[in-house]
């Protein structure tokens, strides 16, 4: 299985700063990369696919890079509504596996 | 826009049969272009992925899971199910049904999830 690791496990910011979340694939995996947003008591919540391509009504400030075995999740300005926890998942080859998560909160 | 629910017993005993099924609204089980998967989640624990079945009946499932999974789809219904059995407490999750887009693997629609729990 590949193994997806994201850094940091927890951040504290501020509204309106800019905060940026690692993933790390144990291999390869291209631009197999996906992210998701998960709000308490909540189902995960598509924002980026393919590594880059933002998810239809997601907003701008969302934006995501890389590709091979370092991606990066970028926020530009947050957003009260944007403290939740993100994953990543990997999609290259299956069992499709996540990251164990980055819990975004505020500062 | 498609919906997914999740529903089925909230409550299962250790060594019996865990029983879910996803009903689908607005979209159909039968479209070439999704498959539809379960992933769990632990409390307080992150995101596993179990599997997905095309509309053909065709599966990929999680190979830690393999030996004691089943899912099946009912185009009719539209709707499709898991079964997992002999379970443990380390089955107690809450499990999310999905819409897998064939084209890039991600899912791009989830049901609210629904929390089993195994105990006695």
């Known amino acids: 299985d590949i193994q997806m690791t994201q850094s940091p496990s927890s951040v504290s910011a501020s509204v309106g700063d800019r905060v940026s979340i690692t993933c790390r694939a144990s291999r390869d995996i291209s631009s197999w990369l996906a992210w998701y947003q998960q709000r308490p008591g909540k189902a995960p919540k598509l924002l980026m696919y393919s590594a880059s391509s933002l998810q239809s009504g997601v907003p701008s400030r969302f934006s995501g890079s890389g590709s091979g075995t370092e991606f990066t999740l970028t926020i530009s300005s947050l957003q009260p509504e944007d403290f939740a926890t993100y994953y990543c998942?990997?999609?290259?080859?299956?069992?499709?596996?996540f990251g164990q998560g980055t819990r975004l909160e505020i500062k | 826009q498609v919906q997914l629910q999740e529903s089925g017993p909230g409550l299962v005993k250790p060594s019996e049969t865990l029983s879910l099924t996803c009903a689908v609204s607005?979209?159909?089980?039968?479209?070439?272009?999704?498959?539809w998967s379960w992933i769990r989640q632990p409390p307080e624990k992150g995101l596993e992925w179990i599997g997905y079945i095309y509309s053909s009946g065709s599966t990929t499932q999680n190979p830690s899971l393999k030996s004691r999974l089943n899912l099946s789809i009912d185009t009719s219904k539209n709707q499709f199910s898991l079964k997992l059995s002999s379970v443990t407490a380390a089955d107690t999750a809450v499990y999310f049904c999905?819409?897998?887009?064939?084209?890039?693997?991600?899912?791009?629609?989830w049901g609210q999830g629904t929390l089993v729990t195994v105990s006695s």
């Open positions: 607005g979209g159909s089980v039968s479209s070439d272009f999704y498959s």
């Open positions: 999905a819409r897998l887009a064939s084209s890039w693997n991600y899912l791009d629609s």
């Open positions: 998942q990997q999609s290259n080859s299956f069992p499709i596996t």
